[in-house]
T-cell receptor, first 114, second 113 residues
């Protein structure tokens, strides 16, 4: 079974703090994604990556950045946390498009910015 | 821009009845349509998917249909059970050559015993 692990289940941070959300997958997947999940809005794509050191903006990248230094790890960075970034953050990974399998999600990190 | 609309946002059915959730997508280049189930407090899990060269796919009580001309696809759950209660998300892979999925806004299904 593919495992996607997010380092924290719950986080509480203060406004203005720099926040790091970590995601690690153990099945050599090329593609990794960060989504945020909000009631009534579904899952919205923040950033994604096809390969090491590669990143692409999703639909809502403002206020976020990412890092992928190793294939198995994809980090989401909130440069200066704000209250409107309070949300559930979901990481996902997938194999390349040739097989076009679905995503495998992590358990999520519920971030509260106070 | 790329968009996936999902309806209804909530759905209540009696146990044993059928449930249907519908999605429409905007980009005719979409070619892959997965469905995810998210139980309370858990991660979304892939339950079924369909590719654009297929019109229907079934897996036990779950089926998905695709109408490429109308750009919509639907999830059908028959003989619903209480454990089917969850939030269901549809998604579409919008552009050839990329791997990202655009998700619908979700449907909260309640199966009443």
């Amino acid at each position: 079974d593919v495992k996607v692990t997010q380092s924290s289940r719950y986080l509480v941070k203060r406004t203005g703090e720099k926040v790091f959300l970590e995601c690690v997958q153990d099945m050599d997947h090329e593609n990794m994604f960060w989504y945020r999940q909000d009631p009534g809005l579904g899952l919205r794509l923040i950033y994604f990556s096809y390969d090491v050191k590669m990143k692409e903006k999703g639909d809502i990248p403002e206020g976020y950045s990412v890092s992928r230094e190793k294939k198995e790890r994809f980090s989401l960075i909130l440069e200066s946390a704000s209250t409107n970034q309070t949300s559930m953050y979901l990481c996902a990974s997938s194999v390349s498009q040739g097989s076009h399998y679905g995503y495998t999600f992590g358990s999520g990190t519920r971030l509260t910015v106070v | 821009g790329e968009n996936v609309e999902q309806h209804p946002s909530t759905l209540s059915v009696q146990e044993g009845d059928s449930a249907v959730i519908k999605c429409t997508y905007s980009d005719s280049a979409s070619n892959y349509f997965p469905w995810y189930k998210q139980e309370l407090g858990k991660r979304p899990q892939l339950i079924i998917d369909i590719r654009s060269n297929v019109g229907e796919k079934k897996d036990q009580r779950i089926a998905v249909t695709l109408n490429k001309t109308a750009k919509h696809f639907s999830l059908h759950i028959t003989e619903t059970q209480p454990e089917d209660s969850a939030v269901y998300f549809c998604a579409a892979s919008m552009l050839a050559g990329t791997y990202k999925y655009i998700f619908g806004t979700g449907t909260r299904l309640k199966v009443l015993a």
